[in-house]
């Protein structure tokens, strides 16, 4: 089945520890990105990628950092930088971009920072 | 003012009730509008685009009003199913070449019940 993978599913880290969220997909989308999602809040971007080797900052890329080296895969990394990484970070992909609207995402990851 | 607006809800509802939520947008020049569906804890998935003509897909029907810069979703007869947040989706036009990029409202939880 075609599809998008994350995982892992749930993450327990301390604070000062780098992270980082795996992210694959089996659609051949060149399109990928990666969202944050906390309670009471709309998704927000934090990174995308339309091309394999480029990718670009979203919204909230600080303390964030990604690769793109292959179609499939677009890992985050979750930085120590980051002052409040506690959340559900979902990766997305989509065939041509945002114009058609149709993102299929990934079940997410939960990360806790304790 | 957010660029994308929605009332956070719960609407709480009855099995075979009429239910309708509106979002409103902000940037005049945003061309496309949809919206997904997120179960508690899952990730988002497209339930329909907008067009400005309206469009119905069985007991969804969701509308654009772009004087007034806002969209609908009426959903009709009700199920125990429908239980979810609907977030409202805009594809935001930036200023320049590529920059365009989908604007996530914060949800609206519908809970039916029997």
């Known amino acids: 089945d075609g599809g998008i993978t994350q995982s892992p599913k749930y993450l327990f880290r301390k604070e000062g520890q780098n992270v980082t969220l795996s992210c694959e997909q089996n659609l051949n989308h060149d399109a990928m990105y990666w969202y944050r999602q906390d309670p009471g809040q709309g998704l927000r971007l934090i990174y995308y990628s339309q091309i394999v080797n480029d990718f670009q900052k979203g919204d909230i890329a600080e303390g964030y950092s990604v690769s793109r080296e292959k179609k499939e895969s677009f890992p985050l990394t979750v930085t120590s930088a980051q002052k409040n990484p506690t959340a559900f970070y979902l990766c997305?992909?989509?065939?041509?971009?945002w114009g058609t609207g149709e993102l299929f995402f990934g079940e997410g990851s939960r990360l806790t920072v304790l | 003012r957010k660029e994308v607006e929605q009332d956070p809800g719960p609407f709480n509802v009855p099995e075979g009730a009429t239910v309708a939520f509106n979002c409103t947008y902000s940037?005049?020049?945003?061309?496309?509008f949809f919206w997904y569906r997120q179960d508690c804890r899952k990730e988002p998935k497209l339930l329909m685009s907008?067009?400005?003509s309206g469009n119905e897909d069985g007991r969804f029907t969701a509308q654009l009003n772009r004087a007034s810069q806002y969209i609908s979703l009426l959903i009709r007869d009700s199920k125990l199913s429908d239980s979810a947040t609907y977030l409202c989706?805009?594809?935001?036009?930036?200023?320049?070449?590529?920059?365009?990029?989908?604007?996530f409202g914060t949800g609206t939880r519908l809970q039916v019940f029997p």
């Open positions: 940037n005049s020049a945003s061309q496309s």
């Open positions: 989706v805009v594809n935001s036009q930036g200023a320049g070449y590529n920059t365009d990029k989908l604007i």
């Open positions: 907008v067009y400005s």
């Open positions: 997305a992909s989509s065939s041509s971009g």
